[in-house]
């Protein structure tokens, strides 16, 4: 395989609720390369998620280490971790976590407004990246205009603004029609064969997990299955 | 920074609660446009009582009696004789314009029916020269010739001649009044005019302002425990004053406080000091709604950064860092805030300005008060806003993602 983009060691989380302490992540030993087209699955609370907020920067592990990129990432500042999410990750989300009160293009031009894009360039490639997912001509309609496949299509366009090497999704199609969910899976596929992106999908769908090329299984926060299939199914 | 993009935002959702936003501003709208209005009304009254000094003459001055130093009773040597009146105008040529003993007597008069009451009020030669809002109409003024030879003369205003003898022109007729206990017929030699006064309301007395030469109105001695005076408007007249009582002492062989004055220019000052006091005390008062008004916008804040927890959430999952959302909440409120002041200052404006037209007085704005309110009412918002920012810049991004 190619070039190492996240490497973790004996990574543990616990979540430390003042009575009890929850192990959400158990030395967890990972390697993804850049490139990769990853399927995370297990049932709810094996630790998928707590693995995701790791990987995309939003929360911390207890212990153990995480090297996004060569860096460890635990020893970078906040503001350091909000850098990382603007301009190394991007996040696609079950609910798709659009801003309501503003139109799919501003959703878009979002995260280049962190990375203090000038507003022209920033117009621009959001508009671009709307073109590429199809909804140019939605560009100007507030998300409750938008159809489920409507509004995860914005989400990802708005998660490639800042060009991310990775694109974390928690269960993209959760929330969508089968028809839909080809249809997002098809970008995913696109962006990651295309574009050459890393692209990692936690779900719990047999179907979905069919499109990627390797599937990574969780449960008790432990990792049980790490299959590589080859190539998947798109 | 994106100081450009908060501004955007927060008008946005300023917009998008428009009743919310009104309701938030309302409290800072109520305070600023009340302390707008009060500075507004004092420095216009300011204005007014500094024209109607001037109108009067601001070398106006009075030299009296130290009633402190003579509580025990008034001596015949305390008291002002006419040679030190001289002495005092002999001395001071070129500073004193215009001197007589204060003298006046309140008296009821009747014309055929019409009854009356005259205030005679006791003036040297060519008084009207030196107060200068007095206007004759038809006659002269009492001159030299009056006072020297102590005729029975007097001016009346326009008012009492319409009003007692029916015509405007009463040069000629008589008017029978009592001075000292004694009948006296005087003869009217002038009409006058004054313009209306926002003094006029202050005395309250019905009878008609006239004026008769001092002679007539003193009594045996011809002492006086007052003189009028009119000063050297050029100089300063505190230190004009100083020197004409402490002369006066010096004469009459007394203490150097013996003898007080007051000038127009001193009342002047102690009136602007009582009416400045007063707008900023009554200001001060209405600056606390400025308070309770941050306290609206910081309620208000909390409200928006828990119904946007989940926006906070994204938006720091998209790279916001902590102080572009401290940012973010801290722009909307100091915008609330500084909308209400502008809302405030106009309101203020507007209430002063009718306020004023109703004593149809000409309004005064101090920009400077229109900078320190708008100014201060965004400073009240960056205050009352800070807290509620803080708590949104400093939310868990998983917790806020997870917020329904």
Redesign the interface.
């Known amino acids: 395989m190619t070039d190492e983009i996240i490497r973790m060691e004996g990574l543990t989380k616990i979540y430390d609720t003042g009575e009890i302490q929850v192990t959400a992540l158990k030395e967890i030993d990972l390697t993804i390369h850049k490139g990769e087209f990853i399927a995370i699955m297990g049932a709810s609370g094996s630790g998928k998620s707590t693995l995701m ?1 790791i990987i ?1 920067c ?2 911390r592990p207890t212990e153990g280490r995480y090297f996004l990129e060569g860096v460890d990432v635990m020893e970078k500042s ?2 350091e971790l ?2 990382v ?3 190394q990750i991007g ?1 696609v ?1 079950q609910s798709f ?3 309501s ?2 139109s799919a293009l501003k959703n878009v031009e ?2 280049m ?4 894009v000038g507003a022209e360039e920033r117009k621009e490639r959001a508009m671009e990246l709307l073109r590429n997912v199809g909804l140019e001509d939605r560009a100007h309609h507030m998300p409750n205009e938008l159809s489920g496949g409507q509004k995860q299509r914005v989400a990802i366009a ?1 998660a490639l603004a ?1 060009k991310p090497q990775i694109l974390l999704a928690d269960e993209p199609t959760g929330n969508l029609d089968s028809q839909s969910s080809v249809e997002i899976m098809e970008i995913f596929c696109m962006l990651n064969r295309q574009e050459g992106n890393t692209v990692i999908i936690v779900t719990h769908e047999r179907d979905i997990a069919e499109f990627t090329d390797r599937v990574i299984t969780f449960r008790d926060g432990r990792i049980i299955k790490d299959e590589v299939k080859g190539v998947g199914s798109c | 920074m994106l100081i450009y993009e908060n501004i955007i935002l927060a008008l946005t959702s300023i917009k998008s609660n428009k009743m919310r936003s009104f309701l938030t501003m309302l409290g800072i709208i109520i305070g600023i446009s009340s302390v707008i209005a009060i500075t507004s009304i004092g420095a216009s009254a300011k204005g007014v009582v500094g024209k109607e000094f001037e109108a009067y003459g601001m070398n106006n001055m009075f030299a009296y009696l130290n009633w402190e130093l003579t509580q025990d009773g008034v001596e015949e040597s305390d008291l002002i004789m006419p040679e030190d009146i001289e002495a005092l105008q002999a001395r001071f040529p070129e500073d004193i314009k215009y001197i007589s003993p204060y003298v006046q007597v309140e008296s009821d008069t009747k014309i055929g029916r019409v009854k009356g009451k005259v205030s005679m009020y006791g003036v040297g030669p060519d008084y009207h020269k030196h107060k200068k809002n007095m206007k004759l109409l038809h006659g002269r003024m009492i001159n030299a010739s009056d006072v020297d030879g102590e005729k029975d003369r007097i001016v009346i205003e326009k008012k009492a001649a319409l009003s007692l003898f029916n015509k405007e022109n009463a040069v000629g007729e008589t008017l029978a009044v009592v001075i000292n206990g004694e009948m006296k017929d005087l003869v009217v030699v002038g009409v006058y005019e004054v313009p209306a006064s926002l003094f006029d309301a202050m005395f309250m007395s019905d009878a008609y302002q006239t004026y008769v030469p001092y002679p007539i109105l003193q009594t045996g001695d011809r002492s006086n425990w007052a003189i009028e005076l009119y000063t050297n408007e050029k100089k300063n007249q505190d230190a004009l004053g100083k020197e004409f009582t402490s002369y006066l002492a010096r004469i009459k062989d007394k203490e150097p406080n013996f003898y007080i004055f007051e000038s127009a220019e001193s009342q002047l000052t102690t009136i602007n000091k009582i009416l400045g006091t007063l707008s900023i005390a009554i200001g001060a008062i209405a600056a606390i709604s400025l308070v309770v008004g941050g306290i609206g916008i910081m309620n208000i804040m909390l409200v928006s950064v828990t119904e946007r927890t989940r926006e906070i959430g994204i938006r720091k999952s998209l790279g916001a860092r902590t102080k572009d959302i401290l940012m973010q909440f801290l722009i909307e409120s100091m915008i609330i805030s500084a909308i209400g002041g502008v809302i405030g200052t106009i309101l203020g404006i507007v209430i002063a300005a009718v306020g004023m037209s109703f004593a149809k007085i000409a309004i005064v704005i101090d920009p400077k008060v229109i900078i320190l309110a708008v100014g201060f009412s965004a400073m009240v918002g960056m205050f009352f806003g800070l807290y509620p920012a803080r708590k949104a810049a400093r939310l868990d991004p998983i917790e806020a993602l997870r917020y329904e």
């Open positions: 907020n995309g939003l929360d906040d503001n909000s850098a999410r603007n301009k996040f989300f976590n659009l801003i009160r503003t979002l995260p407004v962190y990375g203090r708005r800042n």
